[in-house]
């Protein structure tokens, strides 16, 4: 369920391409229902990882969101050098009750694209409390290795 419009309006020279998070758990076996998705503009800055919310979406029975629209360079904006990059980054924040939170940077989006960003969430211990591998102050990204 797509619940906020784009808070960006697309002007003539920009694009638009589309986002669709596939929220899962059992290493993508398992569709999750009902996760809460924060879709946020990405802020290259080293302190900032995530700018304004532009949209706020729900998982659904396939574990699919609706399909976002977000604004992106033109695609023909990649056909010249010197250009900058030929897409815009996101941030989406995936929470779900009784899994941790993860959190996916530089989500790319081009130009008259559909991206689909996996979101395989890890449930959390029976207890509730983490355990001693995995503090709850700490994120772990499929990018970095994980510290025992």
Not at 7 to 20: E, K, N
Not at 65 to 82: C, D, H, V, Y
């Amino acid at each position: 369920m797509y619940r906020d419009q784009p808070s960006t309006q697309s002007t003539p020279s920009a694009g638009q391409g589309y986002l669709v998070i596939h929220v899962t758990t059992a290493r993508g076996s398992i569709p999750l229902e009902g996760a809460q998705i924060t879709i946020r503009n990405h802020l290259p800055q080293e302190n900032e990882a995530a700018g304004d919310a532009i949209a706020t979406l729900v998982s659904g029975t396939d574990g699919n969101t609706a399909r976002i629209p977000l604004e992106a360079p033109p695609r023909a904006s990649s056909m010249r050098p010197g250009n900058g990059k030929p897409y815009a980054s996101y941030v989406a924040e995936v929470r779900l009750e009784g899994y941790y939170d993860q959190l996916y940077s530089g989500i790319p989006i081009f130009d008259g694209i559909t991206a689909i960003q996996p979101a395989d969430l890890i449930p959390l211990p029976e207890n509730g409390q983490s355990d001693s591998c995995t503090p709850d102050s700490t994120r772990a990204f499929e990018s970095e290795a994980p510290t025992l």
